[in-house]
């Protein structure tokens, strides 16, 4: 394990698999000065959320969403998860959520952000002085759809750009599949 790895206590195997392979992500003994942890009340939402989305990425026809997708390069999301020997469930599991409400990408009707080939994904509010992300929300009124938006962000995070496809096309393609 190198130094950069050493020095990250508590980073996953997945994170650790991900920093060997150059991506940028940094390491530090926490959330960056513009990340910031979860509430608890969110935390549980997306652990809710994401322990079903990854029941449904280990149906194979669901999965096969990692084949339908390239990232910039052109290579399948499938090619970028193989070197990180994870499965795609797996992998949603060791995503890192953050409170996205300090950035300003969180204006109104943007529910979740990735930048894509980066394995964070930040909640975004559901509103000026809410403290619970709009997941939140999705979950209680549409639970199937609160788990293919973060299936959607999970392909983000492994390379998937958008405008093409948009959000629109990227969702309902997870919702075509992973029903």
Same mark, same amino acid.
């Given at each position: 394990?190198?130094?950069?790895?050493?020095?990250?206590?508590?980073?996953?195997?997945?994170?650790?698999?991900?920093?060997?392979?150059?991506?940028?992500?940094?390491?530090?003994?926490?959330?960056?000065?513009?990340?910031?942890?979860?509430?608890?009340?969110?935390?549980?939402?997306?652990?809710?959320?994401?322990?079903?989305?990854?029941?449904?990425?280990?149906?194979?026809?669901?999965?096969?969403?990692?084949?339908?997708?390239?990232?910039?390069?052109?290579?399948?999301?499938? =090619?970028?998860?193989?070197? *990180?020997?994870?499965?795609? /469930? #797996?992998?949603?599991? +060791?995503? &890192?959520? %953050?409170?996205?409400?300090?950035?300003?990408?969180?204006?109104?009707?943007?529910?979740?952000?990735?930048?894509?080939?980066?394995?964070?994904?930040?909640?975004?509010? =559901?509103?000026?002085?809410? *403290?619970?992300?709009?997941? /939140? #929300?999705?979950?209680? +009124?549409? &639970?199937? %759809?609160?788990?293919?938006?973060?299936?959607?962000?999970?392909?983000?995070?492994?390379?998937?750009?958008?405008?093409?496809?948009?959000?629109?096309?990227?969702?309902?393609?997870?919702?075509?599949?992973?029903?």
């Amino acid at each position: 394990m190198s130094s950069a790895l050493r020095s990250c206590a508590g980073v996953s195997s997945l994170v650790a698999a991900l920093l060997s392979l150059g991506a940028p992500l940094e390491c530090g003994s926490g959330p960056g000065p513009r990340e910031r942890a979860l509430s608890a009340y969110d935390r549980n939402v997306v652990e809710r959320v994401a322990a079903r989305a990854a029941a449904r990425l280990d149906d194979p026809r669901c999965a096969e969403l990692l084949t339908d997708f390239r990232d910039h390069d052109g290579s399948t999301l499938a =090619a970028k998860l193989a070197p *990180l020997g994870v499965s795609p /469930s #797996r992998y949603l599991l +060791e995503l &890192s959520f %953050l409170d996205g409400s300090q950035l300003a990408i969180c204006r109104p009707r943007v529910i979740m952000a990735t930048r894509p080939g980066v394995p964070r994904v930040f909640l975004c509010p =559901a509103g000026v002085g809410r *403290l619970n992300s709009r997941l /939140s #929300r999705v979950e209680f +009124e549409n &639970s199937p %759809l609160a788990e293919a938006m973060l299936i959607h962000e999970m392909l983000h995070a492994l390379g998937l750009g958008e405008n093409p496809p948009s959000t629109f096309e990227i969702t309902a393609r997870v919702r075509e599949r992973c029903h």
